[in-house]
């Protein structure tokens, strides 16, 4: 149980272009669901805050008119980078929390965005 | 502000050594979780331990142990007669429980490299 899964796994688009990456919990509710960023040999940094129905909360620095955030339901949140640059290449993790008064997250397998 | 650190960038060892990986961490809150995860090169995190901060007993699985010392603010992490498997990136993790969605502030990893 507690399975979380991202689509796609890996996408190379064109500079300019829209991409969208897909957050699921697979047999479970999640309330909450966090979207990560890392880079090559770096640490997972936290982009923003989902929570289902509401409006997402972006840490300090990222951008959200660049980084929309859909969470529309209880088991899915999508994130979309628009007019992706290369600059935003990166590995692009998801986190689904599955029990709001209970401190566990459960980590998607990662998407590797590689924009030429 | 909370923040976790992992002074140990890279560390390679040989197959059946013992390996310390430390994790030091910052925090106002007196109610907190600590975490260890692997990241091996397939990119997926590989959820290792959670720990309250009201728990401080020392917790071992198999070839894995963890020594949380509230008093030195560390969670180090003791791999005992490592395996070529055990090759990875570990990340230490922080979450407080001010913060109601229970995010997670990771450490910069510790790239261990185990050599046959």
């Known amino acids: 149980g507690a399975v979380v899964s991202q689509h796609p796994s890996r996408v190379i688009c064109k500079s300019g272009t829209s991409v969208k990456i897909e957050c699921r919990s697979l047999?479970?509710?999640?309330?909450?669901m966090f979207w990560y960023r890392q880079f090559p040999k770096q640490s997972l940094m936290l982009m923003a805050t989902?929570?289902?129905?509401?409006?997402?909360?972006?840490e300090q620095g990222v951008e959200k008119d660049k980084f929309l955030i859909n969470h529309a339901s209880l088991t899915l949140s999508t994130l979309t980078v628009t007019s992706a640059h290369p600059e935003d290449s990166s590995f692009y993790i998801c986190?689904?929390?599955?029990?709001?008064?209970?401190?566990?997250?459960?980590f998607g397998p990662g998407t590797r965005l590689t924009v030429l | 502000a909370q923040k976790v650190t992992q002074a140990q960038t890279e560390i390679s060892v040989v197959e059946k050594e013992d390996v310390t990986l430390d994790c030091v961490y910052e925090?106002?809150?007196?109610?907190?979780?600590l975490f260890w995860y692997k990241q091996p090169p397939s990119g997926e995190l590989v959820f290792l331990i959670r720990?309250?901060?009201?728990?401080?007993q020392n917790e071992i699985s198999g070839r894995y142990s963890w020594n949380f010392q509230k008093s030195t603010s560390s969670f180090n992490f003791t791999i005992t007669a490592s395996q070529v498997v055990d090759s990875a990136v570990y990340f230490c993790?922080?979450?407080?429980?001010?913060?109601?969605?229970?995010?997670?502030?990771f450490g910069s990893g510790t790239r261990l490299l185990v050599r046959p």
């Open positions: 986190s689904a929390n599955r029990d709001s008064s209970y401190n566990e997250q459960f």
């Open positions: 047999d479970f509710q999640a309330t909450t």
């Open positions: 989902s929570n289902e129905g509401s409006k997402a909360t972006y």
């Open positions: 925090t106002r809150d007196t109610t907190y979780y």
């Open positions: 720990r309250n901060s009201f728990d401080e």
């Open positions: 993790a922080l979450s407080e429980s001010m913060d109601s969605s229970y995010k997670l502030i």
